[in-house]
């Protein structure tokens, strides 16, 4: 089967479905899209997700989007390199914890920090973001709660709950570290110190096969 992946650098979403390719091995082509050129908006692309949004995979005419969605897909198809769990105890704690992280970890993180350094807003309302930054902080102790206990989310070894997550916990540590972040004392830009067990799982996982692959090409520069 051929697969087409659709895709912006720095989407989380994108960034969680490229690493699943990329970890079990899955030929694919690339489409890296240009956002400044709105190049996800195209009446080429929209005829694939008219939502224009990012991921989308085209398996030979099968055209999923929703990252967690491509992931089961994928998954499915290619039960190499297992994700989401080999058991039905393993598969529903896979599950439990995307579910966990995706309704209750990420609104706090993503809405509350990460969009409002995004769009430059953090340094206009201190408090709000103080504020913000509790609740965040508040998933964050869970998190690291869940991993002082076992080395991934789901257990002893990487699952689809680690991938789906690591690009939220990667994406509030580089805006996190910013310089009005760590003017306010957001306290994102170190977990090492904060949050140890969170910042040693970030390392395992940027050891796993396909993480330098699916790195967003425009972190580096």
Do not use: C
């Amino acid at each position: 089967m051929a697969y087409d992946l659709y895709w912006i650098s720095g989407s989380p979403n994108a960034w969680r479905t490229m690493l699943t390719l990329e970890y079990k091995g899955i030929p694919y082509v690339s489409h890296r899209l240009d956002p400044s050129k709105q190049e996800h908006k195209t009446p080429e692309f929209l005829a694939l997700n008219p939502r224009g949004k990012v991921p989308v995979l085209n398996a030979d005419g099968v055209v999923i989007s929703e990252s967690i969605a491509i992931m089961a897909f994928l998954e499915r198809a290619h039960p190499t390199q297992p994700l989401f769990g080999e058991t039905p105890e393993e598969t529903g704690l896979v599950w439990q914890r995307i579910f966990e992280v995706v309704n209750t970890v990420r609104e706090p993180i993503e809405t509350g920090i990460i969009r409002a350094l995004s769009y430059g807003e953090a340094l206009k309302d201190p408090e709000a973001m103080r504020a913000a930054a509790a609740l965040a902080t508040d998933s964050l102790d869970w998190l690291e709660g869940v991993l002082t206990q076992q080395p991934y989310l789901a257990g002893s070894k990487l699952s689809a709950a680690d991938i789906v997550t690591m690009p939220i916990l990667q994406m509030l540590v580089r805006f996190g570290s910013r310089p009005d972040a760590v003017a306010l004392g957001l306290n994102f830009h170190a977990l090492a110190n904060s949050h140890p067990s969170i910042s040693a799982w970030l390392d395992r996982i940027e050891q796993v096969q396909g993480y330098d692959a699916a790195y967003p090409p425009h972190w580096r520069v």
